[in-house]
Nanobody
Framework: VQLQASGGGLVQAGGSLRLSCTAS????????MGWFRQAPGKEREFVGS????????YYADSVKGRFTISRDNALNTVYLQMNSLKPEDTAVYHC????????????WGQGTQVTVSS
């Protein structure tokens, strides 16, 4: 599966953005999807994930209550709704996929830049 992330941009602190990650292929519904981010000079960190069934979501403590992950299998797309953005959310955001939520994420999309100004 190939992944294409979009929706990044520049936003003021307290604002919102919605990232999208669209997958190619007909088996999107069998993939658990994750969002990760990497800020300059920092390691990549987990942001959140949604199970292949859509029934379970998980979030890093740093974004819990502010970010929401959802998926639309008919559109082969997973979303990351980001509210109450903070300058420390500034990073390149990547989506990733792993089949049936098993093992490591095998497929990665190119990143989309999110910049939050104070």
């Amino acid at each position: 599966v190939q992944l294409q992330a979009s929706g990044g941009g520049l936003v003021q602190a307290g604002g919102s953005l919605r990232l999208s990650c669209t997958a190619s292929g007909r088996t999107f519904g069998s993939y658990g999807m994750g969002w990760f981010r990497q800020a300059p000079g920092k390691e990549r960190e987990f942001v959140g994930s949604i199970s292949w069934s859509g029934g379970n979501t998980y979030y890093a403590d740093s974004v819990k209550g502010r970010f929401t992950i959802s998926r639309d299998n008919a559109l082969n797309t997973v979303y990351l709704q980001m509210n109450s953005l903070k300058p420390e959310d500034t990073a390149v955001y990547h989506c990733a996929a792993r089949e049936y939520d098993i093992g490591d994420y095998e497929h990665w999309g190119q990143g989309t830049q999110v910049t939050v100004s104070s």
